[in-house]
Every structure is written in structure tokens, then in C-alpha cells.
């Protein structure tokens, strides 16, 4: 051996073995992400969205489902939560695009870091934004006369099911922007089915009010059946045969999106 390879060998002889922790490893990414958001204004714009789409759906048709006998602030909530739960999911696809494309992921694969790391870290972080947003719809909601009306337990049960939505849509929207690498088109890419699927769907109107020949879609597909959900835990608890549609959706859903967002975070580009 050489002398400064010696000298180096002496240098670091007390230094005890790196043991990498995927944990502190998590906590720190999150970290930084979150951070981000705090400091960039993310976090302000998540307690501003959902005041938004509470002046926006709730004002315009108020007066109108009174007179058909509809508390509308208790009809609507739902699909303001779930509306606010789809920018968390487009704010994770933007955060994966950008790491993609800027060459972060690669550089973190190179890296002693846990491959499912990053991923995690961003969806944690997604998280994060959809706790401060539902908070705020739900403080939002109270003012317009919104109330949980079944009971701590369904109000609980509504929180943890819209936390659920969010996340699973968050998942692939993260797998989206690490194949895409695009935050700005993936964006706009979104939007358009986070509209089709809001607008078509009995959050805002009921059943009844579209034409006879889309109501099975509007009736059946996952945003309908999530806000049916989350409307009885907030006025006279759920039950299971309303319950296991929207399960089956989420369900589906995971399997679908969940290895599609390991594959595109763990491959190398």
C-alpha cells in the first residue's frame, strides 16, 4: 500500500461503518419537499383551492336545489373535497415530472438511497397538502352550513376516505409524471378527465338532473360513487351496500395505479 493511501486508511480507521437508514432517508425527503411547499406558498394555495370551489359550485346553484328540497351545502361538500383531493394528485404528477425531468431520480439511483425512497417521500408529502386541504374544505364547508351529522365515527370514516382517494389518485398521477417528464403538458393532460369525471357525476346535481341516456355512466362511475359514499357518513352514516361500490373503485384503482408508479420511480432512464 502507498504512503497516502495509508495515510488515508489512518485517517478514517475510527470512523464507524455508513449504515444508510431508509427511514431517515424518507423523513429527510419529505422534509424537503414539504419545506418547498411551505416556503413557495403551496400550502397557502391548498387552504385557498378549496375556498374556491366552495363559492364556485355552492353560490351559483344554491337557490336552485332549494326549491327542490336540497340542503345544498351538505349535497355539494363531498365533490368539493374530492375536487380538492385532484390537486394534490396533480401537484404530486408536477413534482415527479419535474424530478424526472431534471435528472433527480437518476442521480438518486446512483446514490446509496432505497429505491421505493423518493417515491414515498413524494407521496408523504402529497399527503401532507391533502390534510392542510381538507382541513380547510371542511372549515370552508362549516361556514356555508355544513355539519357532520352521523356522528364523530362517520366523520372520521368521511376524513380517512377522502384521504384515501387522494392519495391512490396521487399514486398514479406520481407514476404518470415520472414517465412523462412534462410537468406543463402532463397538467393540461389531467385536467380534461378531472372535469369530464366532476362534471359528469351526481356530486353537483342529482341523478335526475342529466339526460336519460348518461345516467348510467353519471350513476356508476368512481366520482359518483365516492361522493355517495361520503354524503351518508356525513348525514346518516354509510352503510355496506353503498360502501363496497366506492371500495371496489378505490381497490381497482390501487392495483392498477400502485406497481405502475413503483416501475416508472425505480427504472432507470
Known amino acids: 500500500m502507498s504512503a497516502p493511501a495509508a495515510d488515508a486508511a489512518d485517517l478514517f480507521a475510527g470512523v464507524p461503518p455508513a449504515r444508510p437508514s431508509s427511514f431517515a432517508q424518507w423523513r429527510a425527503l419529505t422534509g424537503r419537499v414539504v ?24 353560490l351559483p346553484l344554491k337557490y336552485v336545489m332549494q326549491v327542490r328540497g336540497i340542503h345544498y351545502a351538505q349535497f355539494v361538500m363531498p365533490i368539493i373535497v374530492l375536487q380538492t383531493m385532484s390537486f394534490t394528485m396533480m401537484s404530486n404528477a408536477q413534482l415527479a415530472a419535474f424530478e424526472a425531468m431534471t435528472g433527480l431520480n437518476t442521480r438518486m439511483q446512483t446514490m446509496p438511497i432505497g429505491k421505493l425512497v423518493p417515491l414515498l417521500s413524494r407521496l408523504s408529502a402529497g399527503l401532507v397538502r391533502s390534510v392542510v386541504s381538507l382541513i380547510a374544505a371542511l372549515g370552508w364547508g362549516h361556514l356555508i352550513g355544513f355539519r357532520f351529522v352521523a356522528g ?12 384515501a382517494v387522494g392519495t391512490i389518485l396521487a399514486i398514479g398521477a406520481d407514476g404518470l409524471g415520472s414517465l ?14 378531472t372535469l369530464i369525471f366532476g362534471m359528469l357525476s351526481c356530486g353537483f346535481v342529482p ?50 395505479f400502485t406497481p405502475m408508479a413503483i416501475w416508472a420511480s425505480v427504472r432507470r432512464s
Open 180 to 193: 412523462t417528464k412534462s410537468p406543463e403538458s402532463l397538467s393540461q393532460a389531467l385536467t380534461l378527465p
Open 35 to 58: 419545506w418547498v411547499m411551505a416556503t413557495k406558498g403551496e400550502l397557502a394555495v391548498a387552504v385557498i383551492v378549496p375556498l374556491v370551489f366552495t363559492l364556485g359550485f355552492y
Open 207 to 256: 341523478e335526475a338532473g342529466f339526460p336519460a341516456w348518461v345516467r348510467p355512466f353519471v350513476r356508476n362511475q368512481p366520482i359518483s360513487q365516492f361522493s355517495f359514499a361520503l354524503r351518508d357518513m356525513a348525514e346518516h352514516g354509510v352503510t355496506w351496500q353503498v360502501l363496497w361500490v366506492p371500495l371496489v373503485w378505490l381497490g381497482g384503482l390501487a392495483v392498477v
Open 152 to 163: 364523530w365515527g362517520q366523520a372520521v370514516l368521511f376524513c380517512v376516505f377522502s384521504l
